[in-house]
């Protein structure tokens, strides 16, 4: 039986069936529910999704007004019983701004997705980039179906990107624990030297970060933009850009793309864990 998975449809996001459409082609049976239905029923899904866009026009800051809706209350409860939440860009905001992501600390937010900088000009920016998961991807919902050091081509679109913190000694933790799950990277895997490798300036290289358990992950960049071979650019650097020039046919071309590989790592880490 396919795990059933809750998108979140928060009001402002534009994502949701894309992401849906996307976890259908990774094996599973993504469903839309919206922002207001916090009740039972939500608990019965095995896996929650919270997608892109810009839930309650990004006021106050990205992900700042949908954090205190009481959906995600229930998934607070949810994540606590070891199912996995995964935030999509502005989902990723979502779940720093609640406490989810890096996890809880009492009632402080320890992170932060600030705006981008260090790309020569402020504001959004969209773009393919590079990613490689951490040294241990077996342990997050995000990467435990990635080989280490894999290099992975992927969209991002956004403006408020930047992981970052005002604890100077949180991203050591973070890294030390294995709690940075994707980095950004150059297309052979090695570390940015600046911008477009590295596109938003964030602390160490981050692109998602996992909570301790690593069932609760927010990433910035978009696997459902990238989950067909059809959407990779045949000018990236890399095999996935080759295999995708080398392709003739429609079918060929409806294969596998990198996102599914990251959301592939859902389906497995639920068939896995079994919560």
């Not at 082609?25 to 239905?37: E, P, T, Y």
């Not at 996995?84 to 009492?106: F, K, T, Y």
């Not at 933009?225 to 046919?249: F, H, M, N």
Request: proline residues 8%; charged residues 25%; negative net charge.
């Amino acid at each position: 039986m396919k795990p059933r998975i809750c998108i979140v449809q928060f009001p402002g996001v534009n994502c949701e069936y894309e992401t849906a459409r996307a976890l259908d082609a990774a094996g599973m049976d993504a469903s839309v529910v919206r922002w207001n239905r916090a009740d039972a029923a939500i608990e019965d899904f095995d896996g929650f999704v919270l997608p892109g866009g810009f839930s309650y026009e990004d006021r106050v800051r990205g992900g700042a007004i949908a954090a205190g809706e009481d959906i995600m209350a229930v998934l607070m409860e949810q994540a606590a019983r070891g199912k996995p939440v995964v935030g999509i860009c502005n989902g990723a905001q979502v779940l720093v701004e609640s406490g989810l992501v890096p996890g809880p600390a009492g009632q402080r937010i320890d992170l932060a997705l600030a705006p981008n900088k260090g790309m020569g000009r402020d504001g959004y920016y969209a773009n393919w980039v590079f990613v490689t998961p951490g040294p241990e991807p077996a342990r997050c919902v995000l990467t435990c179906d990635l080989e280490p050091e894999e290099v992975l081509p992927i969209p991002i679109a956004h403006c408020q990107g930047r992981f970052t913190s005002s604890d100077p000694g949180l991203f050591e933790r973070l890294d030390g624990d294995g709690r940075i799950v994707l980095r950004y990277c150059r297309p052979d895997g090695g570390t940015p030297k600046g911008f477009p490798d590295d596109p938003n300036g964030s602390v160490k290289f981050a692109a998602a970060i996992s909570n301790t358990d690593g069932n609760v992950a927010a990433v910035m960049p978009h696997p459902e933009r990238g989950a067909w071979l059809r959407q990779v650019p045949v000018d990236l650097a890399g095999p996935w850009s080759e295999t995708r020039s080398s392709v003739r046919t429609w079918k060929d071309m409806e294969g596998a793309g990198p996102g599914v590989r990251i959301l592939r790592s859902i389906r497995r880490y639920i068939e896995e864990h079994k919560v």
